[in-house]
């Protein structure tokens, strides 16, 4: 994919917003429920590009640029789940949103669960994307990708879309080894939200692709804990999960290009259109 591609329509939709010590950045696309839409490391909403339009002609799309990626500057903080859910929470009490739905991919979906799993009573419903509940359901080889990831990888990174798009929009351009350090540190640690997920309250579709960073069988366990796949569903649905949870595993895409499928923003679009049960 090209940087160009990531290049979401100029506007005068861009606003911040100063939550938790963070001047977080957003931008508000369309009309309708309300939508957090919340993009993957090293990237910013600007990804979503491919599919605003789609996803803006029936939601007010609120694209978010977390800590210290897109035009979000770096604070003195790690690059944690929870604190970025709970900037998250904070955007939504500062823009006076009735529990709206919470959308996002890899980094983006994690931070959305950790929105729902602290804050359920903030959100409708909930996409999570190509994210996953434990550190070691991560292929081994993309794991020790992951491991290498720091501020020593920026000659490597200067002809990718995620150097150019932060060179481009960032605050601080000269930022983005500290964010590869980030990202590195943030990666190397050890997580299972296993628990967590099997309370979870929030009405979820669990999005992956057929060849994700992990294998699909991770997704249908994040289901099963949410009461899916575990029996038929029923002639009129009534073996369908309790809480309205849902699994899509998209085919013909991988961990780097869903977040631009159109089969992810209908998929997305479905699920937010159901009444919840």
Known sequence: MTATAWTAEPGTSGQYADVNGVNLYYETHGTGRPMILLHGGLGSGEMFAPVLPTLADRHQVILVDLQGHGRTADVDRPLDLTLMADDVAA????????????VGYSLGGGVALQVALRH????????????????????????????????????????TPMYELYQRVAPRPED???LLDKIGE???KDFDYTEQVRGLRVPTLVVAADADMAPPSHYVEIFNLLDGGLRDGGWMGEGRPKGGHALA???????????????????????LGKQES
Do not use: C, W
Not at 91 to 102: C, M, Y
Not at 134 to 154: H, I, T
Not at 251 to 271: E, Q, V
């Open 91 to 102: 955007l939504i009490d500062h823009l006076g949103l009735e529990k709206p739905d919470v």
């Open 186 to 188: 943030a990666m190397a």
């Open 120 to 159: 359920p009573d903030k959100v409708g419903r909930l996409v999570v994307a190509s994210a996953n509940i434990r550190s070691d359901a991560v292929y081994p080889e993309m794991l020790a990708q992951q491991g290498q990831v720091s501020g020593a990888a920026v000659e490597f990174m200067k002809d």
């Open 176 to 178: 983005f080894p500290r």
């Open 249 to 271: 595993i998209l085919p013909g895409l991988t961990h780097y290009d869903l977040f631009a499928s159109p089969l992810f923003a209908a998929a997305t679009l479905a699920f």
